[in-house]
């Protein structure tokens, strides 16, 4: 059964995964960049291949969502997949269910501070641009326009708006943990501390206190970017010509709107998201 990490583009989903690997691969929980692999993004080309040959046609991607999910938890484990995708449902077409789905671990970000990564991350003109691209209802990652024609860049995924992607995975009704990356960089003993209890009480498991230390410190924001820095990172997105990665763990906790995001965008933020912004606290 799949446990989502699920999240909103620079959220903090690598980062909890960072720690979830952590605790789950090493027998004293230090973190190593390679344990990612044991919690992969969905979806991705390699779990639709055998399923469809067209991988740009999103009406055939959606109705392979539950059998390419079916097929990962043939082996009945318990396992991890990251993803940025809404939970969504097109025509008659679920991305997920509770018969492949076990839990679900949503991380959110005040998107305040989430639209100032985004221009990084994804190379964007400007904030304005990345207002635009935290707003857009039918975002689809995974396409680029070129001379008028649409690129397939990578594996399709539909990730909304940021409300309408936070939205989708709060209706969970089974086995929710929503956790605040904001609680995390403020408290992280706390904050990780729940998603220990979590995973102990889904996964049937114990996790050694010592164990839990060296997760949380091999896995804080500042280790992970002097480990970036020093080893590189696979994940980091390319930069607009290609070359080189861009850096992953950039600004984190140090990113801070109010002196980075211009007022009138963050009032038009602060409208569009109001509700959710005062459901989470952040207004």
Not at 13 to 29: E, H, M, P, Q, Y
Not at 135 to 153: D, P, Q, R
Not at 264 to 277: A, D, G, R, S, Y
Request: glycine share 4%; with cysteine; proline share 3%.
């Amino acid at each position: 059964m799949i446990i989502w990490i699920a999240s909103y583009p620079k959220s903090g989903n690598t980062w909890v995964r960072s720690f979830i690997s952590a605790i789950l691969n090493d027998k004293n929980g230090n973190f190593s960049f390679n344990d990612l692999i044991t919690i992969p993004q969905y979806p991705i080309r390699q779990q639709f291949e055998g399923f469809l040959s067209d991988f740009s046609n999103i009406n055939i991607i959606k109705k392979n969502w539950i059998p390419t999910q079916a097929k990962i938890n043939l082996d009945k484990k318990n396992k991890f997949l990251k993803t940025h995708h809404v939970n969504c449902k097109i025509d008659n077409d679920s991305f997920t269910n509770f018969d492949n789905t076990l839990g679900v671990i949503y991380i959110v970000r005040d998107p305040r501070n989430v639209i100032t990564s985004l221009v990084n991350h994804y190379s964007l003109k400007n904030i304005l641009e990345a207002k635009d691209f935290l707003f857009e209802e039918k975002n689809w990652l995974g396409f680029k326009k070129e001379e008028n024609k649409i690129k397939l860049t990578r594996f399709p995924t539909l990730i909304s708006s940021w409300k309408t992607n936070y939205n989708s995975w709060k209706n969970t009704r089974e086995n929710l943990l929503i956790v605040k990356y904001e609680d995390l960089v403020s408290n992280p003993k706390s904050e990780f501390g729940k998603i220990v209890n979590y995973l102990e009480q889904i996964l049937k498991l114990n996790f050694d206190k010592k164990k839990i230390e060296n997760a949380l410190s091999t896995t804080s924001f500042e280790t992970l970017k002097k480990k970036e820095i020093n080893e590189g990172f696979i994940e980091g997105a390319k930069d607009k010509v290609g070359k080189g990665n861009k850096r992953f763990f950039n600004l984190g906790p140090d990113n801070n709107w109010e002196k980075l995001v211009n007022k009138n965008i963050v009032i038009e933020i602060e409208k569009k998201f109001q509700l959710e912004m005062k459901e989470l606290g952040y207004l």
